[in-house]
């Protein structure tokens, strides 16, 4: 089963992306398990699913049960509706008057954090003689999006007395969750106490939930009614998490095949401003594979890749479509083996922490950035 995205029929010749559709059902049942068993999931497939492909990463979630998807954009949602996914799609960014029409067509969720959201959606839904759903968005202590907690009470009450809108649920969205607990504190006690105003004024806050995959790790906000997870989803986790063992699994790979295999002879030099210099006669691949796909100038003369089950570096500068490995004691490689820049080849393993710390980034900024002219081959979907 393939998306947008996907590789035509055939093997691909130059690079591509493994997705393990097994890997992301094992992560949904294990983020549940995190979360205490109890809670609804809001899957975040923002960000094309951090790289991993949007429409397929959702048909497999909806399949596995999950509640509600999530996205950052309209657009994004609109492409999960067109694909045929039916279920609810919260949008957690704002949106403009010009999308109003197309989120009350599409039936999304879209979050309201001011009056003039809120009349924007109204004008919209009264023109299609249709009820929106939205959620409220409360800032907490991140200062991005959201009303304060001072507002929120008389904003959701506006919205509660619409008979164009429906509160379907509150939220708020932690700034440090597992990097500093006294801070998460504050956060989630000011969302508990917005709720309670909201209760005792009458108003039904819907779905609460405050905690994505950092929250879930750390224990935060234990008296939600779900959770948001993103890059757990994936196999991926925090920075701060790295060295527990939570039984996530990886679900990306990044493959490639060579496209040349030469000798550079003693001396000479490669690729654009000659960065990298063989002191001595050194066997090269050319992967086609650079930064007009997601593999930034960060890793000139900088980083790994696997071919045969051996490390080999690589050199030279990186260009738009292009990069080259120095193949060392691994000389016997031929036009048919796969070099792995992301992902396990006998035993061996190269991690998104791993190239993340290479860009001196996270690891979800590097799946994130694979660009969608690298075709998905997703497994098991």
Do not use: C
Request: proline share 4%; glycine share 12%.
């Amino acid at each position: 089963m393939t998306d947008a995205d996907a590789a035509p029929p055939g093997s691909p010749h130059r690079a591509w992306i493994e997705v393990d559709h097994a890997a992301i059902r094992h992560n949904l049942a294990r983020v549940r398990e995190l979360s205490g068993g109890d809670k609804q999931v809001i899957a975040v497939v923002k960000a094309n699913a951090y790289g991993h492909g949007a429409v397929a990463a959702s048909r497999t979630l909806e399949a596995a049960g999950v509640e509600r998807l999530a996205v950052a954009t309209v657009g994004e949602a609109l492409e999960l509706r067109a694909a045929g996914i039916g279920l609810p799609i919260l949008v957690l960014w704002g949106i403009g008057a010009p999308e109003a029409a197309a989120v009350v067509d599409a039936d999304l969720e879209v979050i309201v954090y001011d009056l003039r959201s809120v009349e924007q959606l109204e004008a919209a839904a009264a023109a299609a003689g249709r009820r929106a759903s939205v959620q409220l968005k409360v800032d907490t202590g991140l200062g991005r999006q959201g009303v304060t907690p001072g507002e929120a009470v008389e904003l959701a009450a506006r919205v509660s007395r619409s008979r164009q809108l429906r509160l379907v649920g509150s939220f708020s969205h932690l700034a440090a969750a597992g990097e500093d607990d006294a801070y998460t504190e504050v956060q989630v006690l000011r969302l508990a106490q917005t709720l309670d105003a909201m209760r005792s004024a009458g108003v039904d806050p819907g779905l609460v939930h405050v905690s994505g995959t950092g929250g879930i790790l750390a224990g935060a906000g234990s008296f939600a009614d779900a959770v948001r997870p993103g890059i757990g989803l994936y196999g991926l986790v925090p920075g701060w998490a790295a060295d527990r063992d939570l039984g996530l699994r990886p679900a990306l790979s990044l493959k490639a095949l060579p496209l040349r295999i030469f000798d550079l002879p003693a001396g000479e030099a490669l690729s654009y401003g000659l960065r990298f210099r063989a002191s001595r006669a050194t066997r090269i691949a050319t992967l086609g594979i650079g930064y007009g796909d997601g593999w930034p100038r960060a890793h000139t003369n900088n980083g790994r890749v696997l071919v045969r089950g051996r490390s080999v570096p690589v050199v030279g500068t990186i260009s738009m479509d292009g990069l080259t490995v120095a193949l060392g004691e691994a000389d016997d490689v031929t036009y048919g083996d796969e070099f792995v820049l992301i992902g396990e080849q006998q035993g061996e393993r190269i991690t998104a922490d791993e190239i993340a710390a290479e860009r001196r980034t996270i690891n979800y900024e590097v799946t994130t950035a694979l660009r969608r002219r690298l075709p998905r081959l997703h497994i098991g979907a």
